[in-house]
């Protein structure tokens, strides 16, 4: 028998990738996702997809070119100010799909909406396409230098970038040549923008969101060689945040999160394109920052859609908006760019965690569904999109996310193997005549295999990555049975070298163990992990309200009853490492208990199991941990809060948490002279003129109105209005000193709604006085 000769070579966690030698992803035609649990959701998400009706995500885009209707919009947020935005996901979801699948299904519904968008995009004649209200006079203004009407918008460009996004992805992953000309013709329509406006004025129109614009122009820098668009690509990348991270400063406190993540992910690409060190410099110390200091168990961010203060998770654990899938899907793709450049081991440990914790859970399996805000507090619940009442943010990219699963198991460079992830799937590298399939059910059992199916040329290297959840040493690798030496280092990847042959099976054992780790902040929170995978357990199925969603604007809010934290099980133990009290359960694969530091006794017996098996339930992720001697004076302390909490939240029938983004956008702020800021980690907004929302009250059961303030302030004096009725007169000089008050006013009995559910309270200041600021404003019963 002939011997190969066998070289181990060990790639440290270091490893860069030289001029030229940039690693590079497969396309999605050549890994195909074996029967598995990403398989399935593969599945699940086509059949939502197939759900949709093409014709009414068109429907604004026609509306907006002045073309005859064929079909209504969707209602939810397609019809309510971001008219348009899930088309745009749409389409990438399509392409990738597509490459995914081969479903001809697909393949049809993607050349339609491609055709049907070209129509709209030569009738605007001007290389635009979008689905913006008031297109025409709006983008005029623009290009005027008068925001005024932009910034009223709902995130106008933001809502464009979708559709520019999709029209590259068309391109990138089917080749489709129609898609790649309309992407060039929004792309000059972007950079006629970027070159009509002066750089004080890009800036100063950049302080509205506007998604990664400037990412996809670099992408149609790199598509077509015309550098005019790298330069737009410049000019819509926004300093106040490139700046403070170019200085390694973290200022993310408080910021609309999912804002900040797609400018990042175009700084990478500008720096990638450009050869630009300090945006490069940007873009790595601000997944550093979000990764390791802003980011949970699962790999997800944000509290109500805001960076929460890195130093307080509080809100964290408190809130029913925990973090949201659109965060995680563009931190992947960050990490994506980050890896490609510089293929780190520890970028992809970071991905493997968000995506199975935190990706895959956000998709109901079988059913459909996808989830917008993952909370964290203990014993609450998901809700769940349905295919014709929700259009959230998170349904766009939620569509693409369990489109994509295939993207990151595999990479390449022009002679080494990559294998990132442990996914059942098969890889067909063309260029090298190699086909190889990996065997696995990991993460329920600790090993994969590589098998090699057909090999051409046989010269390249087989990386293995080295998880850090893997102790130093405890990894092996088997060929064809032989075990071989593997040096003992995690977070890297292991090289294997030889002539590989048709046949050649490699056995990996991945030998997993049960860790716990706190909140960032240190504070008395803890999650168990079994390697990458967080374990939760399952409170019960009660009070789910609003579980599958319907299409009132915040019907993606899990709104149901709060269980009181205190009430919830907590963790007591004297150990600092709670690890070792987590026992195994023999009866089902990756189920474990903890009784010995459960209480109370009522839920000693609950199980632990992955998270992303835990849907349509309330479950606990995080568990308070407390000391013995500790643990019953402040359960008294703690249920004091938590019952006014909760009698609050039972009042509470529509609630505002004034100046921040979503919420005012989700009860349809209007304003003059307004503005917003941060006090003692708490949004506000005041005006020089007014500000007002909408607010619901389905039942016509309100009948008080709260509102909160922050101590005295002089020359702050204004009035609360309801439907144009004067409720209140506030002077803030009577306010209370240095804290938080809130002020409660009884509404009048003859309040008109709109669409028998709205009303809208106005906030108008007093000639030459300031109104506000207000922290909070809240609907109650009573």
């Known amino acids: 028998m002939k011997r190969f000769c066998l070289v181990l070579l060990f790639i440290p966690a270091l490893l860069r990738a030289q001029p030229g030698s940039r690693l590079q992803e497969f396309p999605l035609q050549q890994v195909k996702l074996l029967p598995g649990i990403f398989k399935e959701q593969e599945l699940t998400d086509l059949y939502y997809i197939l759900q949709l009706n093409a014709d009414k995500l068109l429907a604004p885009f026609r509306r907006e070119a002045g073309l005859p209707k064929k079909s209504e919009s969707y209602g939810n947020w397609e019809n309510s100010g971001l008219d348009g935005h899930i088309a745009g996901h749409y389409l990438s979801a399509l392409a990738m799909m597509y490459a995914n699948t081969n479903d001809k299904r697909i393949l049809e519904r993607l050349n339609y909406t491609i055709a049907e968008l070209k129509?709209?995009?030569?009738?605007?004649?001007?290389?635009?396409?979008?689905?913006?209200?008031?297109?025409?006079?709006?983008?005029?203004e623009v290009h005027k230098g008068n925001f005024d009407t932009f910034n009223?918008?709902?995130?106008?460009?933001y809502n464009v970038h979708k559709v520019f996004a999709g029209l590259r992805d068309a391109y990138l992953y089917?080749?489709?040549q129609t898609a790649k000309a309309m992407l060039i013709k929004l792309a000059d329509w972007f950079t006629g923008i970027s070159t009509v406006l002066t750089p004080e004025q890009m800036q100063k129109l950049l302080q509205n969101e506007h998604g990664g614009v400037n990412e996809v122009l670099a992408d149609v820098y790199s598509i077509t060689g015309n550098k005019k668009y790298l330069d737009a690509a410049y000019s819509f990348s926004q300093l106040a945040i490139l700046q403070p991270l170019e200085k390694d400063q973290d200022k993310l406190d408080n910021l609309h999160a999912n804002t900040q993540i797609p400018k990042i992910i175009g700084f990478k690409r500008i720096a990638d394109l450009g050869n630009d060190s300090s945006y490069n410099h940007a873009a790595k110390f601000f997944w550093e920052t979000v990764v390791k200091h802003r980011s949970v168990a699962t790999g997800g961010n944000s509290v109500r859609e805001h960076f929460n203060p890195s130093a307080d998770f509080s809100s964290m654990v408190s809130s029913v908006e925990g973090p949201e899938t659109c965060n995680t899907y563009n931190m992947l793709k960050l990490t994506e760019q980050l890896y490609f450049s510089d293929p780190k081991g520890l970028y992809m440990d970071y991905y493997e965690r968000a995506l199975y914790n935190h990706i895959l859970t956000t998709q109901r399996p079988g059913k459909g569904g996808f989830v917008y805000f993952t909370p964290m507090r203990p014993g609450h619940y998901r809700v769940y999109s349905q295919p014709q009442t929700s259009m959230w943010c998170c349904v766009g990219s939620g569509m693409e996310n369990h489109a994509k699963y295939a993207k990151m198991i595999y990479s390449h460079s022009a002679d080494a193997l990559f294998v990132n992830l442990f996914i059942p799937s098969q890889l067909n590298w063309n260029e090298k005549g190699l086909a190889l399939t990996q065997l696995t059910s990991f993460p329920e059992s600790n090993t994969t295999q590589l098998k090699i199916n057909k090999v051409a040329k046989s010269d390249f290297s087989l990386n293995i990555r080295y998880?850090?959840?893997?102790k130093p040493g405890s990894l092996t690798v088997r060929i064809n049975g032989v075990i071989q030496k593997v040096k003992p280092a995690a977070s890297s990847y292991i090289a294997l070298k030889r002539k590989w042959r048709k046949g050649d099976l490699i056995t990996i054992s991945l030998p997993m163990q049960t860790t716990i780790e706190k909140l960032p902040d240190g504070s008395n929170y803890e999650a168990v992990l079994r390697g990458p995978i967080v374990l939760a357990s399952v409170i019960d199925t009660a009070n789910e309200q609003g579980l599958n969603a319907d299409d009132s604007r915040m019907g993606h809010v899990a709104g149901g009853e709060l269980y009181k934290i205190t009430d919830m099980p907590a963790f007591v133990s004297d150990a600092d490492n709670d690890a070792s009290q987590i026992g195994v359960d023999n009866n089902a694969p990756l189920t474990f208990t903890a009784q010995n530091l459960i209480y109370p006794d009522k839920y000693k017996k609950l199980k632990l199991v992955p998270f992303y098996k835990i849907h349509e339930a309330r479950y606990v992720v995080y568990w308070r941990k407390e000391s013995k001697q500790n643990f019953a004076a402040l359960q008294a302390k703690l249920a004091d809060e938590d019952a006014k909490v909760a009698e609050l939240a039972a009042k509470t029938?529509?609630?505002?948490?004034?100046g921040e983004q979503q919420p005012e956008s989700d009860h349809f702020m209007e304003s003059e002279r307004a503005f917003s800021g941060v006090n003692f980690?708490?949004?506000?907004?005041?005006?020089?003129?007014?500000?007002?929302?909408?607010?619901?009250?389905?039942?016509?059961?309100?009948?008080?109105?709260?509102?909160?303030?922050?101590s005295k302030e002089r020359n702050h004096r204004f009035s609360v209005f309801i439907?144009?009725?004067?409720?209140?007169?506030?002077?803030?000089?009577?306010?209370?000193?240095?804290?938080?008050?809130?002020?409660?006013?009884t509404l009048p009995g003859d309040i008109k709604y709109t669409d028998n559910q709205s009303f809208r309270i106005k906030?108008?200041?007093?000639?030459?006085?300031?109104?506000?600021p207000v922290y909070e404003v809240r609907l109650l019963k009573d």
């Open 119 to 140: 129509i709209c995009q030569d009738k605007n004649g001007d290389g635009y396409l979008g689905g913006v209200p008031g297109s025409r006079g709006l983008w005029a």
């Open 152 to 157: 009223k918008r709902w995130v106008p460009f």
């Open 174 to 176: 089917n080749g489709n």
């Open 467 to 470: 998880p850090a959840w893997v």
């Open 653 to 658: 029938i529509d609630a505002i948490n004034t």
């Open 681 to 710: 980690n708490r949004h506000w907004r005041a005006a020089n003129g007014w500000f007002s929302y909408l607010l619901t009250d389905k039942k016509h059961e309100a009948k008080k109105l709260s509102i909160t303030y922050y």
């Open 723 to 745: 439907n144009d009725k004067e409720l209140a007169k506030v002077d803030l000089q009577n306010g209370k000193q240095d804290e938080f008050f809130t002020e409660v006013y």
């Open 763 to 772: 906030i108008v200041a007093e000639s030459g006085a300031v109104a506000g």
